[in-house]
C-alpha cells in the first residue's frame, strides 16, 4: 500500500510538473541537421568500355538511403554525414555474356551474330556513402543552396544479365567476373529540392579476368542526374 502511494505520488508531481512547463513549437531549433534522408535518379554511362560497344535504352540508375548529419561549426553550415544505402544501377548495351560449357565469354553483340531486344546488365547493391557538405542555410528555413561531395563505397550483393534474342532468353546472375566492390567520388549540389548529383567510379566494374579477344575490359561508370533531399 506505501508502495502505491509512492508511486501515485512520483506521478502526480510529474503531471504538475510537466503542466507548468510552456514549449514553444515556433522557436527555431539551434541543433538542427539538414538532409537525412536521400533519393537520386540518373542516368548511367560506361566509361573506357572495349571496342564496338555501345548503350541503347536508358540506362537507369536509383539511389535511396539515409544519412547521419554531424555539423562542424556553430552555425551548422559545414558539416560531414555518413550513411547506409541502397542502388540499382541497369546497364542497357551491347555486350553479351554467354556461358560457355561452364566459363563466361564476352563478345560484342551486332546484327552479323545475333538479333536481340534486350541486352541488360543489373547490379544491386549497399552503399556507404561519406561526404563533406557546406549549405548555407538557418534554423527558421530549410530552403537554402548546397554543395555536398564525398566518396561512395558499394558492395554489389545480387547481379543479373538477361539477354533476349531470336534465340531465346538467357537469365545469369550472380557473374563471377563482376567485382564485388566498387567506389567512387560523387557531388550533389543546388537549390532547395533540385540537386544536380554526378558520380565516377574509380575501379572497373569488371574484374580483370573479364576479356574481350584477349584485352581485360576495364570500363568504369559514370552517372548524371538528380538528387533530393528529405529531412
Known amino acids: 500500500m506505501r508502495n502505491g502511494l509512492s508511486i501515485l505520488a512520483f506521478f502526480i ?33 560506361l566509361q573506357r568500355g572495349p571496342s564496338g560497344l555501345r548503350q541503347n535504352k536508358f540506362s537507369t540508375g536509383l539511389t535511396t538511403g539515409f544519412l547521419r548529419d554531424m555539423p562542424l561549426n556553430k552555425k551548422r553550415t559545414f558539416s560531414i554525414a555518413a550513411g547506409l544505402g541502397y542502388s540499382l544501377s541497369i546497364y542497357n548495351q551491347n555486350m553479351g555474356i554467354i556461358d560457355v ?9 551486332n546484327s552479323e551474330n ?40 558499394s558492395y554489389v550483393v545480387y547481379n543479373q544479365y538477361k ?6 532468353t538467357l537469365k545469369q546472375s550472380n557473374l563471377r567476373d563482376l567485382n564485388d566492390f566498387h567506389y567512387g567520388i560523387y557531388l550533389a549540389t543546388g537549390w532547395n529540392t533540385w540537386n544536380i548529383y554526378a558520380y565516377y567510379g574509380l ?29
Request: charged residues 20%.
Open 13 to 45: 508531481t510529474l503531471t504538475l510538473t510537466a503542466q507548468n512547463v510552456e514549449t514553444d513549437f515556433d522557436a527555431p531549433d539551434s541543433l538542427y541537421r539538414e538532409d537525412q534522408f536521400y533519393f537520386s535518379v540518373s542516368y548511367n554511362i
Open 101 to 109: 560449357n561452364g566459363e563466361p565469354t564476352y563478345q560484342i553483340l
Open 114 to 153: 545475333i538479333t536481340y531486344s534486350k541486352n541488360k546488365l543489373s547490379l544491386h547493391c549497399i552503399d556507404l556513402p561519406v561526404e563533406f557538405r557546406w549549405r548555407n542555410s538557418t534554423p527558421e528555413s530549410h530552403k537554402f543552396w548546397r554543395v555536398y561531395t564525398g566518396l561512395k563505397f
Open 163 to 168: 539477354l533476349v534474342s531470336s534465340e531465346g
Open 203 to 231: 575501379n572497373p566494374l569488371f574484374k580483370s579476368s573479364a576479356k574481350i579477344d584477349g584485352q581485360s575490359i576495364d570500363m568504369n561508370t559514370a552517372n548524371f542526374g538528380l538528387m533530393f533531399y528529405i529531412l
